[in-house]
């Protein structure tokens, strides 16, 4: 199994547009090495066969940084197969629109979302007319992929909506994490990148994997000094309840943190915050990764 990490900023990226805080002036400062773009995974086991989860705003030109998601000399292909949506925030869904050139792509999403891109954000009617996607609903079973080579587990995390879909009926879950197992080689991993909590479930979907891939959007609690990362959907890294503790607690896991925010300090590689995760098993996942399970 092959995963490449697109992405690894929360939304608007890092160095966001409209802001000059610490975090946005020293990206700029130092330069396009150091910006990130907003949150996204290829996963694949086969190379013709690649399976994006979410679909950022930047999807263009991270599609175009990847060589392995190239159309081949002389054709127009895409070795795209699929989009998995974890929930219906804007910077994991907009992207799609960036894909309706392409062959019809399958599009999985939980129920919820499924539904919300039916209605307060009609996404699903926008794309109608490419004929560039089918849909599907991501049920509690294991999804079987490229022939069966790679299976899908979603994860039930939350019910936190997207603020367009505040006032949206329609049952949970939300949001969810997928685990992905090569039925072959017996590579695994899960791949969080919201949570609103440490659900029920997921240290059994950790059973037998070589890596996570979650979030870090904020280092701490009240990093944003309005409202409250749990408040937002995201369990900080760190304090009593962050998620570092655990990821120390994990046996031959390898953990990588991702949807970083703009103020997270870890985006920086001379943070004191960054040197306190030390040289163990838990990283912090940057633009371009490759990981091979």
Not at 136 to 162: C, I, W, Y
């Amino acid at each position: 199994m092959k995963l490449r990490i697109l992405g690894t900023a929360a939304g608007g990226g890092l160095p966001q547009w409209n802001c000059a805080c610490s975090g946005c002036a020293r990206a700029r400062a130092t330069g396009p090495h150091a910006w990130r773009t907003q949150e996204c995974l290829a996963v694949s086991v086969s190379p013709d066969a690649w399976y994006l989860v979410n679909a950022s705003p930047d999807i263009r030109a991270q599609i175009l940084a990847a060589p392995g998601l190239t159309p081949p000399t002389g054709t127009r292909h895409t070795p795209l197969r699929g989009v998995l949506l974890t929930d219906g925030e804007l910077d994991h869904t907009a992207g799609l629109l960036a894909l309706r050139e392409g062959a019809a792509l399958d599009l999985y999403a939980p129920p919820a979302v499924l539904a919300a891109l039916g209605g307060p954000f009609p996404l699903r009617a926008l794309l109608a007319p490419y004929g560039s996607g089918c849909w599907h609903a991501v049920g509690a079973g294991p999804l079987p992929l490229d022939g069966g080579r790679l299976t899908v587990t979603a994860v039930p995390v939350s019910d936190k909506r997207p603020r367009y879909a505040a006032g949206f009926d329609a049952p949970g879950p939300w949001v969810v994490a997928y685990r992905f197992d090569d039925t072959v080689t017996g590579g695994a991993v899960v791949y969080a990148p919201s949570l609103a909590r440490w659900p029920d479930g997921l240290d059994g979907a950790l059973s037998g994997v070589g890596c996570l891939i979650l979030d870090g959007t904020f280092w701490s609690e009240d990093e944003m000094g309005r409202g409250s990362a749990l408040a937002m959907g995201h369990l900080p890294v760190d304090g009593p309840g962050g998620t570092l503790r655990r990821l120390r607690a994990l046996d031959g896991v390898r953990s990588l943190y991702t949807h970083l925010n703009n103020t997270n300090p870890l985006a920086d590689p001379s943070s004191a915050e960054r040197a306190a995760l030390g040289g163990g098993p838990v990283e912090v996942s940057s633009d371009g990764m490759e990981i091979e399970l």
